[in-house]
Structure formats: structure tokens, C-alpha cells
């Protein structure tokens, strides 16, 4: 099928993995659609999800071929104490099923690597979920309710890095603000993070939209992370190379969070090895030197 034919839907697509995924969608010529609530500009389609009949009526009136369902409260800490972050998380993903089995549409749904305890790693995408905190479980919840649609497909993402627009974005940004300010810094050096870039989703999220509308859909649940292990610490560490830096970084052996997290959840990629999809990742170091460069 032409790519130009594919019709695609992002929500979340002003956040940031929906603006990365959203990005790589208009490069490989699909037609694209971003969905955006707070943050709707520069051709976003204002929408809230949590309205379920300008939802429905949006999808209705697109006809999209797939939606990619970015959206979601993905702070641990916010979930504990937010019943809006339960209504986006569960609620909403059981409104896209509903849709996208209603007008024939294929539905991924993004969700994380925190439905595992970290306990027995490597994990399957078949292994058994445990989920340690509220936002693990929000998620998991999420993926019962996208999957109650047979055709639809959930994508488990680990911690990514990637283009911002504002530093509150992802956690690197304000790690390479302390950074550039020679501000002494504690990272966390006990849980062990495989972390992806956004660039590197989109393009997998992608490939798995074009993959379904010319062979058929990947229903089902898959993984995709970096196989690149690197804790907070270590990371820090790399930025800090490769800023040249003052900060002194001091690691921290133990938790010192108010949310219980899983030390250790890397993900295999196999049902997507399986299923074609290329899985290559951007080392970590190479990513974030080039990127610097360009600041």
C-alpha cells in the first residue's frame, strides 16, 4: 500500500513521544493526524480524550487506518495521587478499543516496562506481568483494556530520551541543565535503565503501522527497548564526558523515592524480531553527543 494512503492518528502528539512518532509519520509520507489537548498547536487537532463524545466524533469523522495512542499520565509519582491520571491511563485506552474496532482501525497502545517487578529479567513479552506501583498498574490495566479489542497491539517502551521542546519533558533535560551549570548532582546508581530514544520508537511504531496496513495487523503484545544497560549514574556520567562538566555526581546505592521501582526490567525484543520489525537501537553516547552538538 502507498504510504500516502495510510492514514494515522497520534494522540499525544504535542508530548514527547507523540511529537517524535508524529514527526516520523510525515517524513515517511503517511497522512498524519495529531491529537492534543493543552498543548494543541501548529496543526494539532484540539481534542480531549477524556470527553468520550468529541473522542468518538473526531475518530468517526478522520477514519483513520491506525491510531497510535501516545497519551498517558507517565509520571509514578503523579499516578499515586491523581484519579484523572486512572481515567487517562485505563478509561481512555477502552474507548480508542472500543473506536478503533467500531470504524475497522488498527490500535497500537504505548505502554512501559513498569508492568514488570524487575525481580527476573530478561522479560517475554508472554511473561507475567507484576507491577510494583500505581502507574505500573495503571498501565497494565490500560493494555487489558486495548486488548479487548482482538486486533489491537500493545508496544512496551523502557525509559526514553529524545528532542524536547521544554526540559520538564524527559528527566535528561534537567540532568544536562545541572550538568552545564557545574551543579553537583545524586543519580541514582541501583536500578538498572536500558534507555531508548524517541527517534528509535517512532520509527518502530511506525514500521508496525505500515507493516499492518499491507500485511496484516500485529495484534498482540510486543517490546522494544535499547539492550544497552546504563543506570542513572552512568549516564550521568556520559553527559558529563561528553559536556565536559564540573558537577561532582555522587551515586546513590539505595532508593530515596517515595514510589517503590522495579531495579532491574529489561525487556526482550523478540516478538518483534519475529514479527520483522527492525529493532536496531542509537547507542546512548552517540545519540546524546550528537544532539549536544547541535544546541
Known sequence: MDSSNIKVVVTGASGFLGRAVLSEAQRRGLHAVGMAHTRASGGLAQVDLLDAQATGDFIAREAPQCIIHCAAEKRPAAVEHSTQAHRLNV???????????T????LIYV?????????????EAHDAPNPLNKYGLSKLQGEHAALANAGAAVLRLPLLYGRTVDPAESQFGALVQKLCSGA??????????????????ARVLIDMSMSAASAGWLSGIYQFA??????QYTMCEALKDILGSASEIVPLTHSVDSVVRPEDTRMSVRALEEAGINVQCTPFRQWWTTHLQTL
Do not use: C, I
Not at 103 to 106: L, R, V
Not at 185 to 200: G, H, I, M, V
Not at 226 to 231: A, D, G, K, P, R
Open 91 to 101: 478509561e481512555v485506552p477502552a474507548l480508542l478499543a472500543r473506536l478503533a474496532q
Open 103 to 106: 470504524h475497522n482501525a488498527y
Open 111 to 123: 505502554s512501559t516496562e513498569y508492568v514488570f517487578d524487575g525481580t527476573s529479567p530478561p522479560y
Open 184 to 201: 553537583r548532582l545524586e543519580a541514582n546508581a541501583w536500578q538498572k535503565r536500558y534507555p531508548t530514544s524517541t527517534e528509535d520508537v
Open 226 to 231: 535499547s539492550q544497552e544497560m546504563l543506570t
